[in-house]
């Protein structure tokens, strides 16, 4: 999986200035080296702009790389709205988006994303496109509220979910982690409201829609 992450980064990815001074300015920061990577950074900015989004919302900022990438697929009407626990992190995420230029097309929520998640609901909020990638462990909850926060045919993608190719391991020693993204992928799989599909680029992405 690493081989081939690699070769798709190598053959497809073009320098880029912006997301190279994102990373610069996280690892200046002191904050975690847990960006999406730069060919699912280049997806996410390409299903943004293939299925026309208007509104996003995304669950986990950082320091606002694939904050960055989202924004890049949208018009100059587009906006993102962004969960993030650590008041530290979206401040870094709201200063890089605006070095972009997108900082007035972004608005950052602090605290647990399932707290933001419940006043978005309770304020009947809709989204035509949402990007989770936070906590693992409430997986599960984020994708229930992104659903009911969807627009028709809206688009939900997931990072991480195949476990550094650890689900498709059935050699491996069995671990909490692993088995925890195994169920997550199979309740997506069997959903009654959803069709998906994992995209397995970076640690693997599901593409969801909304039926
Ligand atoms: N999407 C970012 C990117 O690619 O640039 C990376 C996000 S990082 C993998 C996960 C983020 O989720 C961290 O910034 C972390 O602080 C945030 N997070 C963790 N638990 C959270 C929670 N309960 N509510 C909101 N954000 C949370």
């Known amino acids: 999986m690493k081989k081939i992450n690699q070769y798709i980064d190598e053959v497809f990815q073009t320098e880029d200035e912006l997301l190279e001074e994102v990373?610069?300015?996280?690892k200046e920061n002191g904050m975690p080296n847990i960006s999406v990577s730069p060919s699912s950074g280049k997806l996410l900015s390409m299903l943004v702009?293939?299925?026309?989004t208007k509104n996003i919302l995304e669950i986990g900022a950082?320091?606002?790389?694939?904050g960055i990438c989202l924004a890049r697929g949208f018009d100059e009407d587009g906006s993102l709205t962004s969960l993030e626990l650590e008041q530290k992190y979206a401040d870094l995420a709201k200063q890089n988006l605006t070095k972009a230029g997108f900082g007035e097309q972004v608005n950052y929520l602090t605290g647990p994303a399932l707290e933001s998640l419940e006043v978005l609901v309770q304020q009947n909020k809709r989204y035509d496109f949402f990007f989770i990638d936070a906590d693992?462990?409430?997986?599960?909850?984020y994708l229930e509220n992104c659903i009911k926060l969807a627009s028709p045919n809206a688009v939900i993608a997931i990072d991480n979910v195949l476990a550094r190719g650890s689900v498709a391991d059935k050699d491996?020693?069995?671990?909490?982690?692993?088995?925890?993204?195994?169920?997550?992928?199979?309740?997506?799989?069997?959903?009654?409201?959803?069709?998906?599909?994992?995209v397995p680029i970076g640690d693997g992405i599901t593409v969801a829609q909304v039926k």
Do not use: C, D
């Open 62 to 66: 950082l320091g606002g790389y694939s």
């Open 172 to 198: 491996a020693e069995p671990k909490r982690y692993t088995s925890m993204m195994q169920e997550f992928n199979q309740h997506v799989a069997n959903h009654p409201e959803l069709e998906a599909v994992i």
């Open 23 to 26: 990373m610069q300015s996280i």
């Open 136 to 141: 693992k462990g409430n997986y599960p909850n």
């Open 49 to 52: 702009s293939i299925s026309g």
